[in-house]
């Protein structure tokens, strides 16, 4: 097996972009959701709730985030001074603003006052105690510090997809795209489908990771990333196949033992 892609998203539920190689960090890729954006009230805000958030294309230069949209010439991020505790998913987790323009630029995207935020020490927020160890961290990704995905896998999925459209009598949709599922790290040549669903450890290229648990699925995965309009896959045919303990499974999430970098084409070893 080899390492397909790698994705960064720098700010969380925002698009992602492919790079050809990255720094894995104890809790995640370098620069990979440190920003997140909150609504007036301070409460996190993502594609969920607002799908326009995904036209935002953040992309990171080193330290700098500029942010590309649709509506407004690229805006240049300048993290400001003032803090704020915010809730993400339970962990209150302290966040510098990053000012009132990249607050007006996103403000003018979303139709609604917002705010961009930044986790600028990622030591803060631990990982969940039930599948980590006490030194484990997190940045402001949903659970764990990479999420991994196969083609096969996708593949699979793809199938299944068509049929259930025929079955139902409707036309078979375009071939549903890896973005939609948002992962870190894309693995191909896997012999079987869904084969991640038993790794424990993992090395890519040398740097070796730790499997805590399969990815429960959301309705972001059911957003197009290009008309931003929600429909019913994959979320309809993953409930057939892929339904256990009242939740939907795609990919894997992982916890780097021993960080490193990570290059497109590295071998892909189950240890």
């Known amino acids: 097996m080899k390492l397909a892609s790698i994705s960064l998203y720098p700010v969380k539920s925002a698009a992602g972009h492919d790079v050809p190689e990255a720094e894995v960090q104890p809790w995640g890729l370098a620069g990979d959701r440190r920003h997140l954006i909150t609504d007036a009230g301070g409460e996190i805000l993502t594609a969920r709730e607002e799908p326009r958030l995904l036209a935002c294309v953040p992309v990171l230069d080193g330290e700098v985030l500029t942010l590309t949209g649709p509506h407004a010439e690229p805006l240049r ?7 704020s505790t915010v809730d993400v998913w339970g962990d209150p987790v302290r ?19 917002v705010r961009l935020r930044w986790l600028d020490d990622p030591t803060r927020r631990p990982v969940d105690p039930a ?14 510090p990479l999420l991994l995905t196969s083609t096969a896998s996708l593949d699979r999925l793809r199938d299944w997809i068509a049929e259930t459209a025929l079955e139902r009598g409707e036309e078979p949709p375009e071939p ?31 740097v070796v990771f730790r499997v805590t648990k399969g ?7 059911t957003v197009d990333t290009v008309t931003y309009t929600k429909g019913k896959e994959p979320i309809r ?12 499974w795609f990919g894997i999430n992982l916890i780097p033992d021993r960080p490193g970098r990570i290059t497109q084409g590295d071998p892909v070893v189950v240890l």
């Open 95 to 113: 966040l510098t603003d990053c000012g009132d323009e990249a607050a007006a630029w996103l403000s003018a995207l979303a139709g609604r006052p």
């Open 237 to 248: 045919t993953l409930s057939r196949h892929r339904k256990w303990d009242g939740k939907v």
């Open 77 to 83: 991020v300048v993290a400001g001074t003032a803090h």
């Open 131 to 144: 599948y980590g160890q006490p030194d484990d961290r997190v940045s402001l990704a949903d659970a764990y």
């Open 176 to 206: 549903l795209p890896m973005r939609r599922f948002r992962p870190n790290v894309v693995v191909e040549g896997a012999a079987e489908p869904f084969a991640e669903d038993e790794w424990k450890r993992v090395r890519i290229g040398e």
């Open 215 to 221: 990815c429960d699925r959301c309705v972001l995965t």
